[in-house]
């Protein structure tokens, strides 16, 4: 096994054992595989700027570097911009532990063997990296064997390794792909740990649909350092995406200006929802419950029930599908059933036999901490929210009532309901 730090400003000699010149840094490409065989090194030989030399005529890295051809015989090595520099691009920056889901700053890089090419094998981030390039590793071994301890190993694979550089498109594209199999609470949590500028550029890699599930999970602050940075056509893409209140809560953190401009640009039924939602004070229901919700019409049997939430788009997109909702004509509420009961009803009872004709429900003005009081108290997983006509206008589901209660740093570590 050798390491970055100790090629770094190392002579290369060739096989014949005449000098070639210091290695500046070591190139890989195909970083998307799991070993990626050293592509180049650069070399300084004392003349202007660093040339390279192919890494298929690697000997040895340790105890030296060599070469297994005479000088006369080294082949040149011309950057084709695909390369990922290893000192200059990842030592001492931030990546991601894919397998840990946790972003971590890399202190050294590991090499070995595979298959007669050397190849970047790991990435240490613990201490003995460090010590390793201070060059007082051996020391703390000994001192430690002193102590009857082992040197705790913390060197990742790099087959679970995404290497995180906003200037480097191609290669964040591919670190994407890895980082997007991820769980949004994940990636969120990873992006709050990078810093800004790569945060941000995470971000602008991934699709539209997992932006807008992680733009949920993140802070408000950064929710709009993202969206600011997104093209204006981009960002009213991510809204459409969102539910209505988390992007009607995001747009009213924004000026006035830029929330219009991005209104105006997003599909209209979507605009709609969120324009409405926007028209309440931000800690009533109205100001915090969801326009997704699925309800059937009175008067139906359970079979006939199902069949219109199978059709109905409405039924599809709803973010919470445990309670459904029994409407009139006028959309006014005339009672709320359990999912799980209308699925183990007889088909052909009527829906009326196993519906809450009096349901519990709030106001569009009620405040938001009586919100959260009511579901607490009646144990709810959403709650409607109706006018004065008993209109039903959308729902407060559970994670968003407890806002009001717990902050919401602290609310989007929770576990997901819906």
Not at 220 to 244: F, G, I, N, S, T
Request: net charge negative; aromatic share 6%.
């Amino acid at each position: 096994m050798a390491f970055l730090s100790q090629l770094q400003g190392k002579t290369v000699w060739d096989v014949r054992g005449e000098r070639i010149g210091k290695c500046l840094d070591v190139l890989i490409a195909d970083v998307d595989t799991t070993y990626p065989p050293i592509r180049a090194l650069a070399l300084s030989n004392g003349r202007n700027g660093p040339h390279f030399i192919s890494g298929e005529q690697l000997g040895w890295l340790k105890p030296e570097i060599l070469l297994t051809v005479p000088a006369s015989e080294v082949k040149g090595y011309q950057p084709k911009g695909d390369e990922l520099w290893l000192g200059r691009h990842v030592l001492d920056r931030q990546i991601v532990d894919v397998e840990g889901r946790r972003v971590v700053r890399v202190n050294d890089l590991q090499f070995a063997r595979i298959g007669g090419r050397y190849c970047l094998v790991g990435a240490d981030v613990g201490g003995m990296g460090l010590l390793r390039r201070l060059g007082v590793e051996r020391l703390a071994h000994g001192f430690l064997s002193m102590l009857k301890r082992e040197p705790s190993q913390t060197i990742i694979p790099w087959e679970v390794v995404a290497p995180l550089q906003a200037e480097a498109p191609i290669k964040l594209r591919i670190s994407r792909e890895k980082i997007g199999k991820l769980h949004p609470a994940d990636i969120a949590e990873i992006v709050s740990g990078l810093d800004r500028q790569t945060g941000r550029a995470l971000m602008h890699a991934l699709d539209d649909e997992t932006m807008a599930e992680i733009m949920e999970e993140i802070e408000p602050e950064l929710q709009v350092a993202v969206l600011e940075d997104l093209d204006r056509e981009r960002a009213a893409d991510v809204l459409e995406k969102m539910d209505p209140d988390e992007a009607a809560d995001l747009l009213s953190d924004l000026s006035p200006e830029s929330s219009a401009q991005l209104l105006d640009l997003m599909e209209d039924e979507d605009a709609g929802y969120v324009r409405r939602l926007l028209t309440y004070p931000e800690e009533s229901a109205g100001g915090i419950m969801t326009t997704e919700y699925a309800t059937i019409p009175e008067g139906l049997t359970v079979a006939e029930a199902m069949d219109y939430l199978r059709r109905s788009e409405q039924a599809h997109e709803a973010e919470a599908l445990y309670y459904i909702y029994v409407v009139d004509a006028a959309g006014r509420l005339k009672g709320v059933l359990d999912l799980r009961d209308l699925v183990l009803a007889s088909p052909t009872d009527k829906v009326a036999k196993y519906e809450e004709r009096d349901p519990i429900t709030v106001n569009l003005e009620t405040h938001q901490r009586e919100v959260a009081r009511i579901v607490a108290k009646y144990n709810l997983l959403a709650v409607p929210v109706v006018d004065e006509k008993g209109v039903l206008h959308g729902i407060v589901t559970v994670d968003d009532a407890v806002d009001a209660i717990i902050p919401t740093a602290w609310k989007k570590r929770l576990p997901k309901i819906f």
